[in-house]
């Protein structure tokens, strides 16, 4: 993963309403959950809750599928994953590793 990547997706999950919608639709599971009742649940207007939405979608946080006239987003576990590696395998690689018993 891309340094630009990564940080697009820390861009979009670092405000309060983007991060309150990934958190539901990470917690709906695969099956996604309809924009309604993000709507619902965090009482934001429909044209808010759009622009948030296409900032998570713009950073491949979230997809969004129609069945019938029912919009739904789904999280894209996938490039949650590869935000969260791309952290991990950098970590404490630059510390001095020792070989000794204490």
Known sequence: MQLEQVAK???ELGHPT???IFKRVVKAGRQGMPVGEIQQQLQVPGS???HHIAGLVSATLVSQRREGRTLY???AYDQLESVIHYLQ???CSDEPTTTEAP
């Open 89 to 91: 395998d950098e970590c």
């Open 73 to 75: 987003c789904v999280a």
């Open 9 to 11: 997706a820390f861009k």
């Open 18 to 20: 983007r991060l309150a």
């Open 48 to 50: 808010t809750l759009s």
